[in-house]
């Protein structure tokens, strides 16, 4: 019932709608023989945890390809593609070599900003020249994948006004600073848009392109250097004064683009893969879902 909203349409119209006791004790229910209701108990019982385990191994493969990827970033964005190639220590105990002509810098010294927008929620606009406001859970791994029907819209005088400070391009990336640390979307093509001050706007220089940045952010590498500057209290966060003082593995620039390159090809085949396995979690809930009411309402007997 709850997954056909059937409490929903019998509840108030109020921000938090409820549910009242007479409303939710007038609800019509089919009553099968009590040996019945035990058969159908006994069967979705063995069912269910057949489902459950399914999902619970799908599960645990998305985990494994997730760290997989990320170790393929790490490797790719710390060492480089070439293994014959000569290595230096690197001063960093996580990260122990790197090759000969790859440089360390703080990410100040490769980016010519870091920024905000001024710390306050605009309304929503309905007005036809509206712009995309996004918040964290908005973000896409590029701002191309953004769903721009479901998020938030500011007037464009709004967005003329808090852009002064930052205003997002091709190639920044979007880094959020709270609550999930380590969340980034790159800007692929040029397009109006804000996000909201949970997020930091990172533009880089010349020395560094965009794109391998972004992949870097998503290594190892970063968040055991990241780490020491989050700052713990109701949520974890990391002011842009500390962030600007994070270490980067700096590759010639033609090694970045073949870096990106490789982590493209290598990185879209395994999100197919957890594209695919995340299906299946969603057609076992849907035939979970469907097996109970089934049975539940006597479309099906045991």
């Known amino acids: 019932m709850w997954h056909r909203n059937v409490f929903n349409a019998l509840g108030d119209a109020g921000v938090r709608s409820s549910l009242s006791v007479s409303d939710l004790l007038n609800i019509s229910f089919l009553i099968p023989p009590t040996a019945v209701q035990a058969r159908i108990v006994d069967f979705l019982n063995i069912k269910c945890v057949q489902i459950n385990e399914l999902r619970e191994n799908i599960e645990k493969q998305l985990k494994i390809l997730e760290e997989y990827k990320k170790s393929i970033i790490t490797e790719a964005v710390t060492k480089g593609l070439n293994s014959n190639v000569e290595m230096k220590k690197s001063g960093i105990n996580w990260i122990k070599k790197i090759p000969k002509d790859w440089t360390i810098k703080k990410l100040r010294y490769v980016t010519k900003n870091i920024n905000d927008v001024d710390h306050y929620m605009p309304d929503d606009s309905e007005d036809i020249d509206k712009v995309p406001y996004l918040m964290i859970s908005d973000l896409k791994s590029k701002i191309s994948d953004v769903d721009f029907e479901k998020c938030k819209h500011i007037s464009r005088r709004d967005y003329d006004v808090l852009s002064v400070k930052v205003k ?43 794109k391998f940045l972004f992949y870097y952010f998503k290594s190892n590498a970063f968040f055991e250097d990241i780490s020491q500057y989050v700052n713990i209290n109701t949520q974890g966060n990391i002011g842009k004064e500390s962030l600007s003082k994070v270490k980067i593995i700096v590759p010639p620039i033609r090694e970045q683009e073949n870096i990106v390159e490789y982590l493209d090809k290598k990185c879209t085949e395994i999100d197919c893969i957890i594209n695919n396995k995340k299906k299946q979690l969603e057609i076992l809930e849907q035939h979970k879902r469907s097996l109970i009411y089934e049975y539940i309402t006597g479309k099906k007997e045991v």
Do not use: W
């Open 168 to 210: 997002n391009e091709k190639d920044d990336i979007i880094f959020a600073r709270y609550a999930t640390i380590g969340t980034v979307m790159y800007i692929d093509k040029n397009l109006d848009f804000l996000v909201s001050y949970a997020c930091l706007t990172i533009k880089p220089q010349n020395n560094i392109y965009g």
